[in-house]
């Protein structure tokens, strides 16, 4: 059975610092995702990750993925304000599989 | 291009009765989902369309639970007999499916259901 953890679960920054987000999965799978998601809204799609090494960048952050140690970060740099969100890894098993997420981390950037 | 939408936004109803949910996903998604996101369980999956069939019910949590999708395109989440633990937001996504391979899915705005 697919299980994906997120750590931390709960992250609270000062404005201008650097965090990491990490997410394990417990099997061998094709495809990692990451999203967002502000309260009351529904998941907006940030990331997708397909093969071994892959690195993005968008803004303010940037995903990565090690597939043999079944690793992704989200790397935050110099943070600000509007990034305060819950974000979710998922990960699928290609073909057309259903999405298994991770808990979520509510980020919060104190000004 | 329209993204995908839900019906309604919110719903309250008492316990014991029957709810309907919409899902309109994206113009030529043949892949459509349905998850269910609650405070103590997270997000699940529910169930899974490719065009008009369900190859994946496997998280459909009780046989209250059944959804179809006809025309390929909208899908209905059916819950019979609601319990309070179906309290959540039921998510709908879409993805674009070429051979057996789904892409990226997009997410819906989701419905809130809540029973009294």
């Known amino acids: 059975e697919l299980k994906v953890e997120q750590n931390p679960l709960f992250l609270s920054m000062q404005e201008g610092k650097n965090y990491t987000i990490y997410c394990n999965y417990s099997t061998t799978s094709d495809r990692l995702y990451w999203y967002r998601q502000d309260p009351g809204k529904s998941l907006e799609s940030l990331f997708v990750?397909?093969?071994?090494?892959a690195v993005k960048q968008e803004g303010r952050l940037m995903a990565s993925l090690d597939t043999k140690a079944r690793l992704s970060t989200l790397h935050i740099t110099a943070a600000v304000h509007d990034l305060s969100a819950t974000y979710f890894c998922a990960v699928d098993k290609g073909g057309s599989e259903k999405l298994v997420f991770g808990k979520g981390t509510k980020l919060t950037v104190n000004p | 291009g329209a993204g995908v939408s839900q019906s309604p936004s919110n719903k309250v109803t008492e316990k014991g009765k029957d709810v309907e949910l919409r899902c309109d996903p994206i113009s030529g998604h043949t892949a459509l989902y349905w998850y269910r996101q609650s405070l103590g369980q997270g997000l699940e999956f529910l169930i899974y369309?490719?065009?008009?069939?369900?190859?994946?019910k496997s998280g459909l949590p009780s046989d209250r639970f059944s959804a179809e999708r006809t025309g390929g395109s909208v899908s209905t989440l059916t819950i019979q007999r609601t319990q309070q633990e179906d309290s959540a937001v039921y998510l709908c996504?879409?993805?674009?499916?070429?051979?057996?391979?789904?892409?990226?899915?997009?997410f819906g705005p989701g419905t809130r259901l809540t029973v009294t």
């Open positions: 996504a879409s993805s674009l499916l070429v051979g057996s391979v789904s892409y990226e899915q997009y």
């Open positions: 369309f490719q065009g008009n069939s369900a190859p994946d």
């Open positions: 990750l397909l093969s071994n090494g």
